[in-house]
T-cell receptor, first 115, second 117 residues
Framework: NAGVMQNPRHLVRRRGQEARLRCSPM?????VYWYRQLPEEGLKFMVY????????ESGMPKERFSAEFPKEGPSILRIQQVVRGDSAAYFCASSPDRPPAAPLHFGNGTRLTVT | AQSVSQHNHHVILSEAASLELGCNYSYGGTVNLFWYVQYPGQHLQLLLKYFSGDPLVKGIKGFEAEFIKSKFSFNLRKPSVQWSDTAEYFC???????????????FGGGTRLMVKP
């Protein structure tokens, strides 16, 4: 019974490159959330997706960041032209098709380092 | 907008000491409240949650939290900590009627607990 799977665990990119972070939710979960954790800070909500739909992207930077959750395959968080300030841990979480009170299940995160 | 404050960023305790981590939130409506724990190198795990009913909530590993509505607080407690409780603890809240955003949680900044053996 696999949990939320994120890969890669660690990702190093040079400034200006693209970073692609993948998240496979738990089996049976169709709600996916991405959070970012900057050093010494808490988790900040970025985006909430259901299959093929972005429900809430109020926490996403307006430029360079995008997210998708296709009908088939994992959810992808894409960061174009990375900068040093993008260095952080990016966590994905999922929940089943239940009312808002269902708790989230988190993945192990992807630690992005921009050099 | 909702927000969560955790006033203690770092806490150091000796084994068997009692623990209380503060959490205050601001939100204009009914809330669901959570405590998550992140052990070194691991993902966040749910410790306990409050939706309604008894304001004293029991969680895993001997943790409990008390919801005090008048103080907008949801402090985490444990009577006697162990070395294995060394971790980072996050308080989180979502609006109970926040249907449009589903389970969008707002997290506090976290408290790093170190328990000395």
């Amino acid at each position: 019974n696999a949990g939320v799977m994120q890969n890669p665990r660690h990702l190093v990119r040079r400034r200006g490159q693209e970073a692609r972070l993948r998240c496979s939710p738990m089996k049976g979960h169709s709600h996916v959330y991405w959070y970012r954790q900057l050093p010494e800070e808490g988790l900040k909500f970025m985006v909430y997706l259901q299959k093929e739909n972005i429900i809430d992207e109020s926490g996403m930077p307006k430029e360079r960041f995008s997210a998708e959750f296709p009908k088939e395959g994992p959810s992808i968080l894409r960061i174009q032209q990375v900068v040093r300030g993008d260095s952080a841990a990016y966590f994905c979480a999922s929940s089943p098709d239940r009312p808002p009170a269902a708790p989230l299940h988190f993945g192990n995160g992807t630690r992005l380092t921009v050099t | 907008a909702q927000s969560v404050s955790q006033h203690n960023h770092h806490v150091i305790l000796s084994e068997a000491a009692s623990l209380e981590l503060g959490c205050n939130y601001s939100y204009g409506g009914t809330v669901n409240l959570f405590w998550y724990v992140q052990y070194p190198g691991q993902h966040l795990q749910l410790l306990l949650k409050y939706f309604s009913g008894d304001p004293l909530v029991k969680g895993i590993k001997g943790f409990e939290a008390e919801f005090i509505k008048s103080k907008f607080s949801f402090n985490l407690r444990k009577p006697s900590v162990q070395w294995s409780d060394t971790a980072e603890y996050f308080c989180a809240v979502n609006g109970a009627m926040n249907n449009n955003a589903g389970n969008m949680l707002t997290f506090g900044g976290g408290t790093r607990l170190m328990v000395k053996p």
